[in-house]
């Protein structure tokens, strides 16, 4: 997971570097990686001098604006389908897409005891 972060780092770096005088980088960003993505992008702001505009929302909503012509630099999406289709439709630069994280469920609770690492509590019907 650091490691896909670090590169997510550099791809950003890298967006930002080719931007020559625009000052400005617009991240379409799904919204369950906004959360981290906001110090990544404080980092990047403090190392380049380039503002990152991060634009939540969920996957679907984000790609119809790109195709829509939404003026994003970058998509952080929460599925590989969608990058794929805009590379494919010529919307993406070619082999630009990896995968920076990989999601997993979880069972939680604020209640101390009341999730044990069996998952007892999805056999009571509460």
């Given at each position: 997971?650091?490691?896909?972060?670090l590169?997510?780092?550099?791809?950003?770096a890298?967006?930002?570097?080719?931007?020559?005088?625009?000052?400005?980088?617009?991240?379409?960003?799904?919204?369950n990686?906004v959360?981290?993505?906001?110090?990544?992008?404080?980092?990047?702001?403090?190392?380049?001098g380039?503002?990152?505009?991060?634009?939540?929302?969920?996957t679907g909503?984000?790609?119809?604006?790109?195709?829509?012509g939404?003026?994003?630099?970058?998509?952080?999406?929460?599925?590989?389908e969608?990058?794929?289709?805009l590379?494919r439709?010529?919307?993406?630069?070619?082999?630009?897409?990896?995968?920076?994280?990989?999601?997993?469920?979880?069972?939680?609770?604020?209640?101390?005891?009341?999730v044990?690492?069996?998952g007892?509590?999805?056999e009571?019907?509460?």
């Amino acid at each position: 997971m650091r490691n896909s972060l670090l590169r997510l780092a550099f791809v950003l770096a890298l967006t930002g570097s080719g931007l020559a005088s625009a000052d400005t980088i617009r991240v379409a960003v799904a919204s369950n990686f906004v959360d981290p993505l906001r110090p990544i992008a404080q980092h990047f702001e403090a190392g380049t001098g380039h503002t990152v505009i991060l634009s939540p929302g969920s996957t679907g909503k984000l790609f119809a604006q790109i195709v829509n012509g939404a003026p994003f630099d970058a998509f952080l999406a929460a599925d590989t389908e969608r990058p794929a289709r805009l590379e494919r439709d010529g919307l993406a630069v070619p082999g630009s897409r990896f995968t920076y994280a990989v999601g997993r469920l979880m069972l939680w609770s604020p209640r101390p005891g009341y999730v044990d690492d069996q998952g007892t509590v999805l056999e009571t019907g509460r």
